[in-house]
């Protein structure tokens, strides 16, 4: 949640000194949009069996609803920050509130999975401005250390515990009204912002700021969209020319992006949008790809998680969303602890332990039995929900703290374009991982195609949702098969993309140990 680039010392634009309530106050309305982002992120998650039995969504179109959004925002997050640069980064959160509310409400009554698609990409278009601010503003509004710590530990619970409350939220509304009302739900949200913040929260920008270089956002999106679709369709289709042709496209032009800031830094005028030089902290650099690893990992469980619950062992969506609330606390609950936890540990073995946990959670997942009910799994929730909270908070100070301070809105933009990016491809290579491996595990049992429409029967091979609504249409015996066939299926693709992310949790853990070691304890 940043900007970009800060060639000079970021300023505010309020003169002389606040009151201390009113910067904590102004902390509890940046809340907000961190609340909405995180909740969006992964309410509408729990909503995926109601939108596929609605709108008929093919399993690629549940991806692509999820997707949209994140791979949007992470293609503008930087650009947008480099706007806030220039125009006020309040200002900037501000246009992006309403219009995040005033699309939210629109998209919400979306008539097909391709409309749906759409306003999630125009709801990554405005996200994108609302992520550039709030961490940034913190900086500037905290510039002590200690105070800064505590703020951001606020802050990172925030989006760990949005992300966990996201699904409640989600269910609960998918139960009682329909999945639309998660969306709507972004309106009352938003609103104590836009009322109380032009007062309370104190307006920032970079006194010095270049010229847009409209090329490097060009860029930037060149860089996302061709690697998140060549993934997709590696991981769907099998090994394909256009599937490495997409891949292969995107990183020459991350390639491309990168020679360009680099010239850039260099010359007068044109300001580059991403400092790619606070890359060569290794503290800063590993903080980072932490951040990267343990979101990627987390939105994958949750992505799988909520359909599970729902559709395989029979819980409503209230009753599978109100079942994470101890994850929920959790994360909450440890991301506040460890902040007078690292005056006694180092940050670096605070960071390398959450990670640990994470794996743990991903081991139990890996190689435990699911067919006995959801115990397995949300207690592998809670483990690394408490590693989740523990690792963020931290790292994230440890990346405002490895930049220079004229450079701390360049840090924060890098921060959450991390986060983004882990998001987008925790739900685009797991779960295309995860869809894949069902579709090529499922086994219906002999005798469906005969009893049950041919359209359902080819919705039962594309998703969980789509074998569950056909085991609904056949004779009790038949049906209760084809529901152990998907079961199966399912399962078999939960237990790779778990080994996938202990793997990641257990390579990071060690690279946090080793890297983050030298980082002297909190005073």
């Not at 609605?54 to 399993?59: E, F």
């Not at 061709?226 to 496209?249: D, M, N, Q, R, S």
């Not at 789509?466 to 066939?485: D, F, K």
């Amino acid at each position: 949640m940043s900007l970009p680039l800060i060639t000079a010392t970021s300023t505010r634009t309020a003169s002389g000194p606040r009151a201390p309530w009113r910067d904590w106050v102004a902390l509890g309305l940046l809340m907000f949009p961190v609340l909405l982002v995180a909740v969006d992120n992964t309410a509408l998650t729990f909503a995926l069996p109601a939108i596929a039995r609605s709108l008929a969504a093919s399993g690629v179109e549940l991806l692509w609803i999820i997707d949209a959004y994140p791979l949007v925002l992470a293609g503008l997050l930087v650009a947008m920050g480099s706007l806030g640069d220039r125009i006020g980064r309040r200002r900037l959160l501000f246009v992006g509130s309403a219009g995040f509310a005033t699309i939210s409400a629109a998209t919400a009554f979306a008539p097909s999975a391709e409309w749906l698609i759409a306003g999630r990409a125009g709801l990554g278009f405005f996200g994108a401005m609302l992520m550039p601010s709030t961490l940034s503003l913190i900086r500037n509004i905290f510039p002590q250390s200690n105070r800064r710590r505590l703020a951001v530990a606020i802050w990172a619970a925030g989006f760990s515990g949005g992300a966990a409350l996201g699904p409640i939220a989600g269910g609960w509304l998918v139960e009682h009204f329909w999945w639309g009302a998660i969306l709507l739900v972004a309106v009352p949200i938003i609103l104590p912002l836009l009322l109380l913040g032009p007062a309370l929260i104190p307006e920032s920008r970079d006194p010095k700021p270049g010229r847009v270089d409209v090329p490097s956002i060009v860029l930037s999106l060149l860089v996302m969209v061709p690697v998140v679709y060549g993934i997709k369709a590696l991981a769907t289709h099998g090994p394909a020319p256009e599937a490495f042709a997409g891949i292969g496209v995107g990183l020459f032009m991350g390639y491309v992006f990168v020679r360009r800031q680099r010239a850039l830094a260099r010359g007068v005028g044109t300001a580059p949008m991403l400092d790619v030089s606070l890359f060569g902290n290794r503290i800063f650099s590993t903080a980072i790809v932490a951040n990267v690893l343990a979101l990627f990992s987390f939105n994958g469980f949750i992505l799988f998680l909520a359909q599970h619950l729902q559709l395989l062992e029979g819980q409503s969506p209230s009753a599978s969303g109100v079942a994470m609330v101890p994850a929920l606390i959790a994360t909450v609950v440890a991301g506040l602890l460890v902040v007078p936890l690292v005056r006694i540990v180092r940050p670096g073995f605070v960071v390398a332990g959450g990670l640990l946990l994470s794996a743990a959670g991903y081991f139990l997942v890996a190689f435990g039995d699911h067919s006995h009910g959801p115990s397995l799994l949300l207690a592998a929730l809670m483990i690394l929900c408490l590693g989740v909270g523990a690792a963020e908070t931290i790292s994230n100070d440890l990346i405002l703290g490895a930049a220079p301070a004229e450079k701390s809105g360049a840090a924060a933009a890098i921060s959450e374009t991390g986060y983004e990016v882990g998001s987008l491809l925790g739900t685009a290579i797991l779960g295309s991982i995860l869809t894949a491996s069902y579709q090529g595990n499922l086994r219906l049992p002999a005798g469906v195609s005969e009893l049950a429409p041919a359209a359902a029967t080819s919705q039962a091979g594309e998703t969980l949702a789509g074998a569950v609504e056909l085991a609904g249409l056949l004779p009790a015996p038949l049906g209760e098969a084809v529901t152990a066939a998907a079961r199966t299926a399912f399962d078999s693709g939960v237990h790779v993309t778990a080994a996938i992310a202990l793997v990641l949790m257990s390579g990071a853990c060690v690279l946090a140990a080793l890297v983050l070691r030298t980082v002297p304890k909190a005073k």
